[in-house]
């Protein structure tokens, strides 16, 4: 849970779902950015099997079952691992070298930083 939002993933892994009051950054993942309460939606992943998903103070994480990171929201001090951008309001792939090759077991998500182990 975040300060404005909240993820959950369904049993079994099959979807993600995100609302909350406030969608400043785009952290509920639906695309678009509103101070409007954001009604219990769909965070779209293309089908892929989702293992554990975190909830920063304006971001999300959100991992797979086969190790990869999606992450959307406010990127204040890089904490959405995507390089260049201050925020992103699609959920988008974390594709670090730092992570290349490496089995992501979990997340975690701070205020503003985020953690893979």
């Given at each position: 849970m975040g300060r404005d939002h909240v993820l959950a993933v369904l049993e079994?892994?099959?979807?993600?779902?995100?609302?909350?009051?406030?969608?400043?950054?785009?952290?509920?993942?639906?695309g678009g950015v509103h101070a409007a309460p954001s009604r219990p939606g769909i965070v779209h992943l293309s089908g892929v099997l989702v293992r554990q998903v975190?909830?920063?103070?304006?971001?999300?994480?959100?991992?797979?079952?086969?190790?990869?990171?999606?992450?959307?929201?406010?990127?204040?001090?890089?904490?959405?691992?995507?390089?260049?951008?201050?925020?992103?309001?699609?959920?988008?792939?974390v594709t670090s070298n730092h992570l290349r090759g490496l089995p992501v077991r979990c997340v975690a998500a701070g205020a503003q930083s985020s953690m893979a182990l």
């Open positions: 079994g892994g099959r979807a993600v779902i995100s609302w909350g009051p406030a969608n400043d950054f785009g952290q509920v993942g639906h975190a909830c920063g103070e304006y971001h999300s994480l959100i991992l797979t079952v086969d190790g990869e990171i999606f992450s959307c929201g406010l990127n204040a001090h890089g904490a959405l691992g995507i390089a260049g951008r201050d925020s992103g309001q699609q959920v988008e792939k």
